[in-house]
């Protein structure tokens, strides 16, 4: 994953394995998440990874699912919308394959019954 080192950004806590991700979506989506914050039990279980929320590190991967506020505006006047946010990922599992149809990561080898707490997709080099 990349980091940033941008002097407006604080720094990031390393115990808890957080980053400051990309989430990108629709207008009305923006206004639900702005009012009620992220939710991932309305997540949709057709995702590469099933239900939850899903960040980038990238803005021009999170980008391709904005949609702009005002359709009938185009060019350099259209508006979409990306949340920039400090995420927390913990115990990540990593993986280089999809996991449709997943509602939880998966359980940790080392401890049985504990779940891991996200999901960081790797694609192989």
Known sequence: MQTTSASWL????VEVNEAFLWHGTKP??????????????????????????YFADMCSKSDQYCTPRNP?????DARFTMFLSRVMLGAAHSTA????QTRRPPNMPS?????????VYRPPA
């Not at 639900?32 to 309305?42: N, P, Q, T």
């Not at 009938?72 to 350099?76: D, R």
């Open 10 to 13: 604080p720094a990031c806590e």
């Open 72 to 76: 009938a505006t185009s060019g350099s």
């Open 111 to 119: 401890m049985p019954g504990r779940a891991h707490d996200s999901i």
């Open 28 to 53: 009305a989506v923006a206004d639900v998440i702005s009012e009620h914050g992220f939710d991932e039990r309305v997540g949709s279980l057709q995702g590469m990874f099933g239900a939850g929320v």
């Open 97 to 100: 394959t999809a996991m449709s």
